[in-house]
């Protein structure tokens, strides 16, 4: 298995929600990105963000390791939850809110951005 792989898996079983997107958060790339970002926003979710964009092999190994292959891509505690779309009916009905309760905690709300580079040597 890649070093990048093993990044990717990391990020999506260690962090509570994963955002995989076009950009960072301070610097969004893409409008179905920044619709998923914006819905977890609106929640206060913790969200660790991986740019897609510096490395075509970033979408390349994510995509092997979802099984989903568009961008952005959520995750809740390693489980996909999907794309924009997906993110924001889920927003909409509350099931989202629900969803992250149920794996964070009902305190989950702490609005909490960090940027993790996948590509970056490992200290």
């Known amino acids: 298995m890649s070093e990048l792989r093993e990044k990717i ?3 999506i079983g260690d962090e509570p929600v994963a955002l995989f997107m076009k950009g ?3 610097f969004v790339m893409c409008g179905n990105s920044h619709r ?3 819905a977890l926003r609106a ?3 913790p969200v660790t963000a991986v740019d897609v964009l510096p490395d075509p092999e970033i979408r390349r190994q994510l995509s092997d390791v ?3 292959p568009t961008i952005p891509q959520v995750f809740v505690r ?6 924009a779309d997906i993110v924001e009916e ?3 009905t509350g099931e989202l809110r629900e969803k992250l309760a149920t794996a964070l905690g009902d305190d989950f709300a702490t609005g909490e951005e ?7 040597p490992v200290a």
């Open 43 to 45: 929640l206060g979710a």
């Open 9 to 11: 898996e990391r990020v």
């Open 24 to 26: 960072t958060p301070r």
């Open 36 to 38: 998923a970002l914006e």
């Open 114 to 120: 960090r940027v993790v580079d996948v590509l970056a």
């Open 78 to 83: 390693g489980e996909l939850v999907g794309g």
């Open 66 to 68: 979802s099984g989903w």
């Open 90 to 92: 889920l927003a909409q």
